[in-house]
């Protein structure tokens, strides 16, 4: 008796498996059916030397000069983003398709605010699309035309949020570094306090750099500074009417000038100004044109008295 209830509840479960196996593949929703997850993603970008980025009313281009990167033909883009965007070309896939109460919204959001990117070689088109991101909720949506069938496309194994990196504008492309200079290229560089007397002068003198008018230079603390000055970085550069904002910080003098020379004595100068009303940023202007923002700690690191570099053993360091 008892085996044969055993026989019946088998009987009874491979049923209920074969019908729930069933139910799924003529009942499963649109979005579960199975599609190509690489169409955005584009294997081998090494050829790759134009990024196109098309917005509702403008654009601006990455464009690859034989030995760095330049935005918009204008400015060094940065070359960790110009990685990043191409490490993303080749990994980001498919999600599934969005439900279809999303469509018409979708398609009109990606006609307003979408991103058509383009990626050339040698001036042909070999891949684009339309991105949209969802800033809340770090979706990130692409078609291949606004009125076509929409995705959430993703990088597995990611949390991120891969439409920030195509919604970058020129500024967000360009290189954030300050002074771009090596060793090799650097003659002197110069601080300027306007109203104290704690500026210096740095440049080489027979083996090494020194701080002009110190009996001895403590050369760690000189490396330490030079390293920092190379390796300054923006937090972001400045629009015109994001500078606006900040006329109160900018319309007085700059409490220090950096200048920085070049072995062909081509200057490039950056003017600190008045940290911000948060305490943690602080504005400069590059080369007497670009208003950008910094964090406080990095320009802490650079606007160094005079008496910081003398050596210990010759003055009391503060």
Known sequence: MQRKRNIKLIVVLVALIVSTVLAYFFTRPADKIKVDRTIFAYEDPAGINQVVFEKANHSDTLQFDGSFWRVNDTYDADPQRVSVIFAILKQERVRRKVAKQQEDSLQQAFEQNGVHVTFYENGSAVKDFYVLGDDASKMTYMAERPDEQAYIVEIPGYRSYLAGIYELDVNGWRNPRIFDFNWANLKGVDVLYPQSEKGFKVGFDQSFYQVHGLAETDSSRLTDFLDDVSLLYANDFLDPKEVEKYKNQVSVEPQAVISVYDVGD???????????????????????????????????????????????ESADLK
């Open 266 to 312: 081509k200057a490039y100068t950056l003017e600190v100004y008045e940290t911000l009303p948060n305490n943690r940023e602080i504005i400069g202007r590059k080369d007497s044109s670009d208003y950008v923002i910094f964090d406080v700690s990095r320009i802490r690191k650079v606007l160094r008295p005079k008496s910081f570099f003398q050596k210990k």
